[in-house]
């Protein structure tokens, strides 16, 4: 695997790589697209990089050398669920895609508990619902008018998971949709 999650530290060691990467990046589909350096430095304070519910690490390409950030969120629940953030520069060359392999290989490898593993986005972020796609998750929900965005109606929140059978597998487990008929 080319793709190591390197944990960051986000109170010390890596505070301010941490600040400069979340400022100097659009994230045109999250729901704050960019980030003051207020924000993010409230963040940290807050403990949304690293508390007992969130972790966070540095995305490393063999080749590449630091390509983005991931955070896995939601660790005291039974289900975790993950934000990804490629930096500017490395995306659009299909590297989320091992990304995600990587972020599934680690929490299913180091949390023998969990069982899901969910992710999601909104509806017009065609990049990460292909890479979703690619990497075998399922779309299991469509949250109509789900995801605010400012200044503008809202728009669909999609939601994709993967288990920890279709991960032992690598076969996709899939459902029927509309299971009951009127
Ligand atoms: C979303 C993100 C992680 C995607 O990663 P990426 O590696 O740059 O994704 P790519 O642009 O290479 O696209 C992935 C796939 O979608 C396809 N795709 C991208 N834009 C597309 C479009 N408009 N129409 C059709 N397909 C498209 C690509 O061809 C690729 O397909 P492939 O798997 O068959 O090669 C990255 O763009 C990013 O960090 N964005 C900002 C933060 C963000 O939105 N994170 C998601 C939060 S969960």
Redesign the pocket.
């Given at each position: 695997m080319s793709i190591a999650l390197t944990r960051l530290d986000p109170f010390v060691t890596d505070r301010e790589a941490l600040v400069n990467f979340m400022t100097s990046n659009e994230?045109p589909?999250?729901v704050l697209s960019r980030l003051t350096r207020e924000a993010v430095e409230k963040a940290i304070a807050d403990g949304k990089y690293r508390d007992e519910d969130n972790d966070s690490f540095w995305v490393d390409h063999a080749e590449l050398g630091r390509i983005?950030f991931l955070r896995l969120e939601d660790l005291t629940e039974p289900v975790p669920i993950f934000?990804?953030?490629?930096d500017g520069a490395f995306?659009?060359?299909?590297?989320?895609?091992m990304t995600l392999r990587a972020a599934a290989d680690y929490v299913f490898s180091t949390m023998p508990e969990v069982r899901r593993f969910e992710?999601q986005?909104r509806e017009d972020?065609?990049?990460?619902r292909?890479?979703f796609l690619?990497e075998g998750w399922v779309k299991e929900a469509h949250y109509r008018e789900g995801w605010p965005v400012e200044g503008a109606e809202p728009l669909a929140a999609v939601a994709y998971a993967i288990i920890r059978r279709d991960w032992e597998t690598g076969q996709t487990t899939t459902f029927v949709w509309e299971d009951l008929v009127k």
């Open positions: 994230f589909f999250h983005g934000d990804l953030r490629l995306r659009g060359r299909g590297l989320a895609a992710g986005t972020n065609v990049p990460m292909k890479t690619r």
